[in-house]
């Protein structure tokens, strides 16, 4: 029987040693349920496998072979049905659980065997949540025949050889656009919309609010099937088409979606608006062509040439001469043959009109992104003007000028100017401490204080979190000041020296921290609140810095927490032999019940004094009232009996 389970033990360590990371960090943060858990697993493993080798083993290498087999087998199996990756606790605890599909809980509820006639559920029809990624990408889809539309059937209508030449392609195309119209318009009815900030999924209540909407008239126009005049004057006139283009909003919707999307906004907005441009210049040249067509090639200066001419009678060269005068005449450039008839005057002198707009609108609003994306550049540059003007007017060395300059250069190399808590001001709190979590969570995770806390104290503490950059050779403390605040450095390397400030003690790295201890102001601590070592900057150093009133004010909600850090940082100190127990287990300090004898008397001060006021008005008060009275008495003692009866009289006539 030992022999057994010497031989279970043995085989469910080396089950154990070829578990994954996750599961061995797994064990030692659960503790000894989780290994027990594992054990009993394995051992079972292990048994069924001593099993199989005991029937394997024999001679010859079939047994070999068919060993060998199994072993793959198993290992094969064992990938198939490895564990779900450990969420990270830390980072859990700032989040809520997560809400569970319907689909979930529906196949949860038939593991646990309920029937499903006595649990009937409304079958669920699909809705388009506006706000996911899926709507996203079929606006990308539905964009393409719209834009594809805008495009060319203006192009086809006034160019009859680039119709004539491709038609069966224009018809797939055009039909295939139609196809997806018609699932844009089933898409829209079927669109959520929030209401009481709940997303809508009654199909009814979707239809009626996609009816109400003025976009449903513009969706049934686009899908009237004007293709059916085809039938009677032809498929060379794709102008029956133009009511596709009551789908154009679909493509301003993508253009917006794509703009709060991209990383690069800017760099969008004004491909946007040269798109824009190009659009306007390719329409008002097939309007020109057209007009050409109607008055006729070659009949006076103004109109396109005589298409007989072999070099004229190239498509490409209609397009392309088309094109050229479109853009001379739109961009107000004027190098073009003037106009003969009345209808030549008209349509370049509404030319002239759109491209002065054009031209506004190309100087303004490319002016306003130029501006946009060097904002961030000129508001430093001011910030290092300033201080340059004040160095100069306070007559500030040289030397401390250039490292205030090198400092300056360093923030923008490394893109470090943003400031942080006036870009997310217009955040919650919640949202803010979780970017923060994101941001800084490798950083956070190292200090030890920090580890098991309350979530909302974490998120309190992460939002309070100033960051810091220190040049080569600054001092973040030296021996003998008092410690205000804690740090944790994010990026650099800062060293333990000695006083002379050069001889080099120990080299502090990323995640390291220090200070923790003396923000706490735990009692019995040898070394105080004050500093015990010099800290200098090797090189640029990024710190983030947490005060102690910051620490303070915080903990002030949190009691509990506030007394288990302190057991915390007790267990550091003893540890490190920098505690005086006996003054720490000596009960509450005479100073602090001093201090807080201090604050009630104080409060005590305030209220008496509040007491006093509302004495004095209550005295006030009684004064007037007996003032009042004596008055009254003295008008009534006044009064003669005449007069007494003419108000009884007056009362009399009154309740008649």
């Known amino acids: 029987m030992a022999k057994v389970c010497s031989e279970k033990t043995f085989l469910t360590r080396q089950q154990l040693s070829t578990n994954t990371p996750d599961e061995e960090l797994a064990v030692i943060e659960n503790g000894d349920s989780r290994v027990h858990s594992l054990c009993g697993d394995n051992c079972e493993t292990a048994l069924s496998s001593e099993t199989h080798r005991g029937s394997f083993t024999g001679s010859g290498a079939m047994a070999r072979f068919s060993y060998f087999f199994f072993m793959l087998w198993n290992w094969a199996s064992h990938r198939e049905n490895r564990q779900t990756e450990r969420h990270d606790s830390f980072l859990e605890r700032f989040r809520g659980p997560e809400l569970k599909d319907i689909s979930s809980r529906e196949s949860n509820a038939q593991s646990v065997g309920l029937n499903d006639t006595v649990r009937k559920r409304k079958k669920e029809i699909w809705i388009m949540d506006p706000a996911a990624d899926q709507y996203y990408r079929w606006l990308t889809v539905i964009a393409g025949p719209v834009f594809y539309n805008l495009m060319m059937i203006v192009t086809r209508s006034c160019f009859n050889e680039l119709q004539d030449t491709y038609t069966k392609l ?365 800290i200098r900057s090797v090189g640029y150093s990024d710190l983030f810095a947490l005060s102690k009133d910051d620490l303070m004010e915080a903990l002030t909600e949190y009691p509990d927490a506030k007394k288990a850090l302190e057991e915390k940082g007790k267990a550091i100190l003893m540890k490190d032999n920098l505690i005086d127990e006996a003054i720490a287990n000596a009960g509450a300090d005479p100073k602090d019940v001093e201090e807080k004898i201090v604050k009630l008397q104080g409060n005590l001060d305030g209220m008496q004094v509040q007491f006093a006021k509302l004495m004095a008005e209550l005295t006030s008060s009684q004064t007037r009232m007996k003032q009042r009275v004596t008055e009254m008495e003295a008008k009534v003692k006044s009064m003669r009996p005449e007069d007494l009866t003419e108000v009884v009289a007056d009362k009399d006539k009154k309740v008649q």
């Open 170 to 534: 224009w018809i797939v195309l055009d039909y295939t656009s139609d196809l997806i119209y018609y699932a844009d318009t089933f898409v829209r009815s079927r669109t959520g919309y929030l209401e009481q900030g709940l997303l809508v999924k009654d199909a009814g209540k979707l239809r009626s609010k996609y009816r109400t909407t003025s976009q449903f008239k513009y969706d049934m126009i686009s899908m009237i099937p004007t293709d059916l005049l085809f039938l009677k004057f032809g498929l060379n006139n794709p102008e029956f088409r133009f009511n596709r283009l009551c789908k154009i909003s679909r493509l301003f919707e993508f253009f917006e979606r794509t703009e709060t999307r991209t990383s690069f906004p800017n760099m969008f907005r004004i491909s946007n608006l040269v798109l824009y441009i190009l659009i306007i210049i390719h329409w008002n040249a097939c309007m020109f062509f057209a007009i050409s067509k109607t008055i006729g090639f070659g009949t006076d200066t103004w109109v396109y040439p005589n298409i007989s001419h072999p070099e004229h009678g190239r498509l490409a060269r209609k397009y392309i001469y088309s094109l050229y005068w479109s853009t001379l005449t739109l961009t107000t450039i004027g190098e073009t043959p003037p106009p003969v008839r009345d209808i030549e005057f008209l349509f370049v002198i509404s030319d002239f009109l759109t491209g002065v707009l054009i031209f506004a609108s190309i100087v303004g609003n490319v002016g306003a992104m130029i501006s946009n994306m060097n904002a961030s550049r000129a508001e430093f540059q001011a910030k290092i003007d300033s201080i340059k003007q004040y160095m100069q007017f306070r007559k500030v060395t040289k030397d401390l000028e250039a490292r205030v300059i090198k400092w300056f250069d360093y923030l923008w190399t490394e893109k470090k100017t943003c400031d942080e808590k006036e870009v997310l001001k217009n955040l919650p709190d919640k949202l803010r401490a979780e970017i923060a979590i994101n941001v800084h969570l490798d950083t956070l995770k190292k200090v030890r204080i920090f580890q098991d806390c309350e979530a909302g104290l974490l998120i309190e503490l992460v939002l309070k979190l100033q960051p810091q950059v220190f040049s080569p050779g600054d001092y973040i403390c030296k021996k003998g000041d008092i410690g205000r605040e804690m740090y944790i450095i994010k990026e650099g390397k800062l060293a333990v020296v000695a006083d002379d400030g050069v001889t080099q003690f120990v080299v502090l790295s990323d995640g390291a921290y220090f200070g923790e201890i003396s923000i706490l102001g735990i009692k019995g601590s040898k070394a105080g609140n004050r500093r015990t070592a010099n």
